[in-house]
Nanobody, 121 residues
Framework: QEQMVESGGGLVQPGGSLRLSCAGS????????IGWFRQAPGKTREAVVC????????YYGDAVKDRFSIWVDAAKNSLGLHMKDLKADDTAVYYC??????????????WGQGTQVTVST
C-alpha cells in the first residue's frame, strides 16, 4: 500500500536551517501531486509546498516562500524539503503527502506519520 516516511525533524534555533526527507513506496510519484504540508497544535493543515501532477511546477505557501525549497527524486521515490531562516511560527509536524496542488483544498490522499520541527531558543 501507499506509504510515506518522513525524517529529519528536530529542534533548531530561530534563523537556523533544517533538511527533511521522505521515502515513498507503493505508488508512482508521477501519478500524484506530491509535497509537504504542516500542522501545528490547534491549527488546521497548512500547505508548505507541492509539485503539481498537471504542470510539474512547484507551488509554495505564502509563509515559506523564499525560505523553503523542495527536491524530488522520482526514480528513488524520495523527496525532501530544505528549510532556512526558520522562525518560531514554522514549528509544526511536517508531513510529506500526495495532496491537492497548488492549493490544499481537501484532506491529502495519503501521507506519512510526520516529523516534528521545533524552532525555539
Amino acid at each position: 500500500q501507499e506509504q510515506m516516511v518522513e525524517s529529519g525533524g528536530g529542534l533548531v534555533q530561530p534563523g537556523g536551517s533544517l533538511r527533511l526527507s521522505c521515502a515513498g513506496s507503493g505508488f508512482r510519484f508521477d501519478d500524484y501531486s506530491i509535497g509537504w504540508f504542516r500542522q501545528a497544535p490547534g491549527k488546521t493543515r497548512e500547505a508548505v509546498v507541492c509539485i503539481s501532477s498537471d504542470d510539474r511546477l512547484a507551488y509554495y505557501g505564502d509563509a515559506v516562500k523564499d525560505r523553503f525549497s523542495i527536491w524530488v527524486d522520482a526514480a528513488k521515490n524520495s523527496l525532501g524539503l530544505h528549510m532556512k531562516d526558520l522562525k518560531a511560527d514554522d514549528t509544526a509536524v511536517y508531513y510529506c503527502a500526495a495532496q491537492s496542488c497548488p492549493l490544499l483544498t481537501s484532506e491529502p490522499t495519503f501521507w506519512g506519520q510526520g516529523t516534528q520541527v521545533t524552532v525555539s531558543t
